[in-house]
């Protein structure tokens, strides 16, 4: 089975407009803001910015020199956090070298922070209140959810430890509702092979171009791959498709997986950090 993201995107995408449309007088906003010129990030922020319009979400961009010092760019992200206009604020990372990131974000309200990334809303993620959660993870619980795969019980490894992906993605899969028993390994994890093959749901959210192959994958796991690796020949995942696909019981796709289901949990973020700022009654 392939699970297709962007599909179930698509679809949370058009709930998510239908929703918006019952409050015709009522305008959300997405804030971007991006520092540099970097290609990629420019694409990602493109994509985010069609999508909310897509979605009947309105949307700001801050576009900021590379060289921007840390005091400016923390009164950028001041101004954003003080306009009542503005209902959600994302800082596109990586940020250059010379930038404090945790600095950066903790100038976002938590009721703004549709990335989920601010010490306040990671705070609440691991107390269970789950109230805006990082956007990738988010997205694989909702292609779980889309695709019915059960979780109640089952042996989810995450492969990576990062605070935008991994740490949140075993907190979702082991919080009540999930209630997987999960295991956190990385690319340093002794006997890798071994601890994926236990898995009955598997995401990999390394960025190590086809780290994951069949010989990880226990038959008719759920594979979910989360890690981007940019190439000559184009955007590579974790996972070896070609072989995985031959044993796992369902895997995402690269591109078409994941990525999509980033984007559309960004707007349902929105639309939350909205509701969350009284600004929709929902």
């Known amino acids: 089975m392939i699970i297709d993201g962007k599909k179930v995107a698509?679809?949370?995408r058009n709930q998510i407009k239908t929703q918006l449309a019952q409050f015709s007088d009522i305008q959300i906003t997405l804030a971007t803001v991006l520092v540099g010129e970097d290609p990629a990030s420019k694409l990602y922020v493109g994509m985010k910015h069609r999508e909310a319009h897509a979605a009947g979400i309105h949307s700001k961009h801050v576009?900021?020199?590379?060289?921007?010092?840390?005091?400016?760019?923390?009164?950028?992200?001041?101004?954003?956090?003080?306009?009542?206009?503005?209902?959600?604020?994302?800082?596109?990372?990586?940020?250059?070298?010379?930038?404090?990131?945790?600095?950066?974000?903790?100038?976002i309200p938590a009721e703004k922070d549709v990335d989920g990334l601010t010490e306040v809303n990671m705070g609440r993620l691991i107390q269970g209140q789950n109230q805006l959660v990082p956007c990738t993870p988010l997205g694989v619980m909702r292609l779980i959810e889309a695709y019915n795969i059960p979780t109640c019980g089952k042996t989810a490894v995450v492969v990576g430890r990062s605070s935008l992906v991994g740490l949140p993605q075993?907190?979702?899969?082991?919080?009540?509702?999930?209630?997987?028993?999960?295991?956190?390994?990385?690319?340093?994890?002794?006997?890798?092979?071994?601890?994926?093959?236990?898995?009955?749901?598997?995401?990999?959210?390394?960025?190590?171009?086809?780290?994951?192959?069949?010989?990880?994958?226990?038959?008719?796991?759920?594979?979910?791959?989360?890690?981007?690796?940019?190439?000559?020949?184009?955007?590579?995942?974790?996972?070896?498709?070609?072989?995985?696909?031959?044993?796992?019981?369902?895997?995402?796709?690269?591109?078409?997986?994941?990525?999509?289901?980033?984007v559309a949990c960004l707007l349902e973020n929105t639309v939350k950090a909205a509701s969350l700022q009284g600004i929709l009654p929902i």
């Open 10 to 12: 698509i679809q949370l």
């Open 63 to 107: 576009s900021l020199q590379k060289d921007i010092d840390q005091q400016s760019l923390e009164a950028e992200i001041e101004k954003l956090a003080s306009d009542d206009n503005v209902n959600g604020i994302l800082v596109q990372l990586p940020l250059p070298k010379h930038i404090n990131k945790d600095r950066v974000l903790a100038k």
């Open 170 to 262: 075993m907190l979702l899969l082991s919080a009540r509702g999930a209630d997987a028993t999960v295991t956190l390994a990385h690319s340093r994890s002794e006997n890798l092979v071994e601890i994926c093959q236990r898995a009955d749901i598997l995401v990999s959210a390394v960025g190590s171009a086809g780290m994951i192959t069949a010989a990880h994958v226990k038959p008719g796991a759920m594979v979910f791959d989360v890690g981007v690796t940019r190439t000559a020949d184009g955007i590579l995942g974790d996972v070896d498709f070609t072989s995985v696909e031959k044993i796992a019981g369902g895997v995402t796709p690269m591109p078409a997986g994941t990525g999509p289901m980033t």
